[in-house]
């Protein structure tokens, strides 16, 4: 087998971009990945959210070739893959679960894709020396993987990926089996690593939370399909559809009724009776009037008792929760839905439960969800 | 005091032979005695006391001697039924090796009836008589049996081949009595590795074979010395196989004993027979057993 890129080590390769057509996978009777086009930019990281059962772990193992679509076609870096066997993909991978081989030391570990592709001894263990240093464990390279912790065997399975300086660099929820102060470290670290290597990522996970700190856009899938793919500004301040708007932060959604629709917006009326303007942009699917919709707010947009103007809603107070740099504040509205309010200054904070108060928010901060038109 | 709680030593007991505890609590070192005290008096009194009696004539008749012993080394027959004993017993082990480690491979790989089936053609033999099973080989292979018959019907010979009581024939027939001894253990060491394991190792490009000698085989390696070290202790000590597809060439040293012992009436001697044998034994367990934790140790059995 040939040395090619292995020994090419100094200079960042640059990433290869992926392109997915018409991806179809059944397992059964069920679509797990419906049709999907895909196309990810080189060295771009592209996160896949979604629930799961939502397809996006089957679209990851199509592109690293452990799952072989039922219709559809993948090209990594320019070159059709579709078919070809995962050994032969040249990709990078870190799993779920650590999977370092428990037999071989740290440094073998590492160097196991070098060992693979022919490098000699003696090389091969200085490049898996110079891996595990990017990722911060110099020294380490003579233990048993069983000797390191969850996040140092995380990152010995980070390094192993990259030693043999893949183009694209494939995630499979790498950090839900670590605790929420490692994972915040190591989503950081990832990103540092991916912008200094200029590699292509695709990583797999349903915490939306870590897709919005990763990741320079994110696929939104549900039930085989891509809902949206966007920045993750666009897609927390303009989801397109209720479901995005729910799986992206959170949200209050209030059942309302279309007053009016016109070009230029549609005119709502939400539990309490008070009626709201809302402008086209903020307004998405088919609006009738007469018809039932669903308007969304983000909690942190309310202000308590900042207006008592027409446009407040009146609800009542029913937790008030303290959170530290922010407080959440429960209110049930007239129809006994519940609104949840992220108030950020803690101490200028003087509700209590059982208070009446009005709810209010910025003009644009209202988006209203109508019927969802077939894509 | 509850008796029905399970048997168990908590994580942080460092000695094995520490307390024992029961359903959580601790039991007395009185009470843990009284519980194993059926289970050691009949292993006392049907195995260690008869073979400690037997392993005294060895050494105490018809006076002090070790002339018993000298006998065994001495005469080049007997020592050349040892040698022969434990070639077989190699010979036996890797065919077994051989033939049973693709089918404990292929246990993990299918599901569902395939595997109820498989499970079942492994398992089922070890609860019919052995005798049974070396009597099919007899059937099979005599000058008149299946095989014979059918290879002269192929024309590839034009009459009865030797196949029954020769050094395969008994090696093949033991191998295949032992058999599941060596797939269970392998089958269990191959069950415990996780399949990501081997798709880390295709993702980082090993093909198949490569990922199989690299990753599958060390893992399992644990299995398949456990496997071999039992199927080859037990194949030392084999009777009735050998006894029946073997001729005279094929001796071993357990029916040299059953001579000893029912033909000749020279129990010091088979004594010291089975004293060679057992001394053997457990110095290869012994040593084995080192091997096989120091592999556990790497991480071999996980």
Known sequence: MASTGASTNIGGAAGGGIEIRGLTKTFGAVRAVDGVSLSVRPGEFLALLGPSGSGKTSILMSIAGFELPDAGSIAIDGEDMTYVTPAKRKLGMVFQKYTLFPHLSVLDNVAFGLKMRGVGRGERHRLAAEALATVRLDGYGARMPAQLSGGQQQRVALARAIVYRPKVLLMDEPLSALDKNLREEMQLEIKRLQSQLGITVVFVTHDQGEALTMADRVAILDKGRILQLDSPKALYETPKTRFVAGFMGETNFMNVRIESSATNGVSVRLPGYTLHEVPAPSVVGRTIAGAQAVAAVRPEQIVLNGSSGAEALPATVTGVIYGGATVLCIAQLADGSEMRARLSDPSRVSVKTGDRVHLSWPADALRVYGEEVAA | ?302
């Not at chain 2, 009949?42 to 073979?51: A, N, Q």
């Not at chain 2, 044998?277 to 367990?285: G, P, R």
Request: proline share 6%; aromatic share 10%; hydrophobic share 60%.
């Open chain 2, 1 to 302: 005091m509850s008796f029905a709680g399970t048997l168990a030593t908590p994580p942080s007991a460092p000695s094995a032979l520490g307390r024992l505890w029961l359903g959580g609590r601790q039991i007395s070192v009185a009470a843990s005695a009284v519980l194993l005290a059926p289970f050691f008096a009949l292993l006392l009194v049907v195995f260690v006391y008869p073979l400690l009696s037997l392993l005294s004539t060895s050494f105490l008749e018809p006076h002090l001697t070790a002339a018993n012993y000298q006998r065994v080394f001495d005469n080049p027959v007997y020592l050349r039924v040892m040698l022969r004993t434990g070639w077989i017993s190699l010979l036996t082990t890797v065919l077994a090796l051989v033939l049973g480690f693709p089918i404990a491979y292929m246990m993990t790989r299918v599901k569902g009836a395939t595997a109820a089936l498989l499970t079942a053609c492994v398992l089922l033999p070890l609860w019919s008589s052995v005798l049974v099973r070396t009597a099919a080989w007899v059937v099979l292979l005599r000058r008149d049996g299946i095989v014979n018959n059918a290879l002269q019907w192929l024309g590839l010979t034009d009459k009865p081949l030797t196949l029954l009581y020769t050094e395969g024939a008994v090696v093949m027939a033991m191998a295949h009595v032992l058999l599941p001894f060596l797939i269970l253990p392998i089958y269990s060491a191959l069950k415990n590795i996780p399949d990501d394991y081997m798709r880390a190792a295709a993702m980082l490009g090993a093909s198949r074979t490569r990922a199989f000698f690299e990753v599958l085989f060390p893992l399992s390696r644990a299995g398949i010395w456990s496997g071999c070290l039992m199927v080859f202790l037990s194949a030392l000590g084999f009777f009735v196989t050998p006894a029946l597809i073997g001729s005279p060439q094929e001796l071993m040293i357990a029916t040299l004993v059953s001579q000893q012992v029912r033909e000749m009436l020279d129990w010091p001697f088979a004594a010291a027979l089975i004293g060679v044998l057992m001394a053997v034994v457990a110095t290869l367990t012994m040593v084995f057993s080192k091997a096989i934790s120091f592999n556990r140790l790497m991480g071999g059995g996980a």
